[in-house]
DNA sequence: CTTGGCACTCGGGAACACAGAGTGCTAGAC
DNA sequence: GTCTAGCACTCTGTGTTCCCGAGTGCCAAG
């Protein structure tokens, strides 16, 4: 049905209306990509293309334009990806390196892919669910105040202060926090609810309502961060860029965690470090624009994702090798702090 | 030279062109605003208003627009800033209890600013330099690497991983923090580098490269978050919007934190919560857009800033009173926590 | 000083024509 | 059978013209 020449003009219409933005037609693709033959024979082949759903044209008498489905053809088939430039590549590492704490490796990075891509780049921060715990702090504020601080693996630290229902010396509060990290340390978070479940009774009587306070907000502080921050960079690069969906429409979504954490999808468990890719109308969740996303994290242990969100109409072979460096070099990053 | 009749008629002006988006004529004015005078004595007070700088006409023969100069006028000596509705003061109230942590304070407080103005909000984090040290915190990883940990009476906390020069155990880790908190509890971040500069020689020597190696990072953390954070939200009100400016190099201003933080400005020192007002062109960072914005923070101790930014034709009134109302609420909310 | 009248100006929309790009179709060439 | 060339057709986008109307500035009268 689709036979080599007739992906070989898909391809040339994908890119050549992502370079133009303009419908392209059979003369100039002819002559372009030197095809060997002529622009009649293009056409036939174009309105076979139409036939199938691949391309379509915005009016009788334009030239052809891709639909999704033929980007997605281009994406699977006719393309690949391309490796960054040595140059781009220093780019990267000289920029990741220097990162202080986890919040400037992350937001370098979003600020590197945005810039990388010229689209708009979103970075999941590490999950905490497949972290593990480093430590537990216990910082008294006063006597009837601490502060917990909980420092994962990963370099996050999430703190909390904490009214106490007596007051406590600093004594007792050190002996809990040595407690607490007999109990913890090393663990997965997602363990921490049943390891502590019986703490509380193997502790003196009259420290348990003291610690029982304090595990309830160290398991909310695990509940409530379940479902991780997202953050983006690069909305200035929309303002060029025209969606089929409104440009207001997309600037809500990016500031909403929901949508975003949806967009960006999950990572398939078998292949985590495989490039996602959603097209147009294929995101149920904002369509006109395409997603190109992975998984990131150190080895085996994909912690979160990043990706890029940008029109339809968008280089994928550039933009999918930029988003696979920068999330190979982050995951490095990672592993080596 | 503007007679009282004149400047309720650049008050008209202003008010129906923030509200409908035109210019406005002479007729229209007469009639929606029971100015008791005929359209031509109104055309004549334009010429006047006109000929001092406060409107222009886009072209010949099209209604009045204020300019830069009219809305300053406006601000200054015609409106007055317009308190918050019952309904949004509650709104105000449910949305910002419940805040668990600083991060989010702000983070809720930027974005009820933005739907609350329907313009960009931007929230600066409370700066470090006149906060005080609440507690330092030494969290041993392994023999060779501990964690700073330093907390802040706004509830901020900062860590660092720090590389030791020589293996430390435990002990000496823990004496080194009763140290180092005696030293510093309470003090200003900004006292913090004379206090610790003679600590060392009161040591004894063999904890001397290890305290110079924490220290140094001490130091350093406090100087590279001296210009603080700042976030925003509420883009997608741009979508909307025109400013003079093309849309594209607003959003590259949001993204950068040096332009926002000129943007907010400085906080007056001798009337602290006074709202700032920047119009178009008296910004000289991102003409054709306007700020509101004012200090906050608990008592007379101003933290930081935060504020909107929008189109120069912006209803100030209402804008103001909401930046006004949320700083307060929002200062309530940290002196409490 | 205010008002009504009046001529003038200019922007923006409607109607229209036209050039150009691109198509589909058909008949002929390889 | 596949490719090619030619041709008539169909659009969009652009430029032109025209006209309406809102709004103005000015002037003379109240």
Chains 1, 2 share one sequence.
Not at 82 to 108: C, H, N, Q, W, Y
Not at 191 to 207: N, Y
Not at 300 to 321: C, E, F, S
């Amino acid at each position: 049905m689709l036979d080599d020449r007739k992906l070989a003009v898909l391809r040339a219409i994908v890119e050549d209306y992502v370079s133009t933005n303009e419908p392209v037609g059979s003369k100039a693709l002819a002559e372009r990509h030197n095809l060997k033959v002529s622009p009649a024979t293009v056409r036939n082949d174009m309105a076979a293309l139409e036939e199938e759903g691949y391309i379509t044209q915005p009016h009788t008498s334009a030239g052809r334009v891709p639909t999704d489905k033929g980007y997605r053809l281009f994406v699977d088939r006719l393309s690949q990806v391309k490796p960054l430039s040595a140059a781009e590549r220093r780019a990267i590492e000289t920029f990741l390196v220097g990162a202080v704490d986890l919040d400037d490796v992350v937001t370098r990075t979003v600020r590197l892919l945005a810039q990388l891509t010229r689209q708009v780049a979103v970075v999941q921060y590490p999950t905490l669910t497949r972290s593990t715990v480093r430590h537990v702090e216990l910082v008294p504020l006063s006597d009837r105040r601490v502060m917990l601080v909980l420092i994962t693996n990963t370099g996050r630290v999430e703190q909390r202060v904490i009214e106490l229902p007596e007051a406590v010396e600093d004594t007792r509060i050190a002996h809990m926090r040595a407690v607490l990290n007999a109990c913890l340390d090393g663990c997965g978070l997602s363990t921490v609810p049943e390891l502590v479940a019986d703490l509380p009774e193997r502790l003196p009587l009259e420290d348990r309502p003291v610690v029982a306070t304090i595990l309830s907000v160290l398991l909310e502080t695990l509940v409530e961060r379940h479902d991780e921050k997202i953050v983006f960079a690069g909305a200035a690069n929309l303002a060029g860029a025209d969606f089929s969906v409104g440009l207001r429409d997309v600037l809500e979504a990016l500031e909403e965690q929901v949508v975003l954490m949806r967009l960006l999808g999950e990572t398939s468990t078998d292949t985590p470090s495989a490039l996602t890719v959603r097209i147009g109308s294929e995101n149920p969740y904002l369509r006109g624009t395409s997603v190109v996303a992975t998984g990131y994290g150190s080895g085996d242990n994909q912690l979160a994702r990043l990706g890029v969100l940008g029109p339809t109409r968008m280089d994928y072979p550039v933009t999918m090798g930029a988003v696979r460096a920068v999330a190979r070099y982050v995951s490095q990053i990672l592993a080596a702090s």
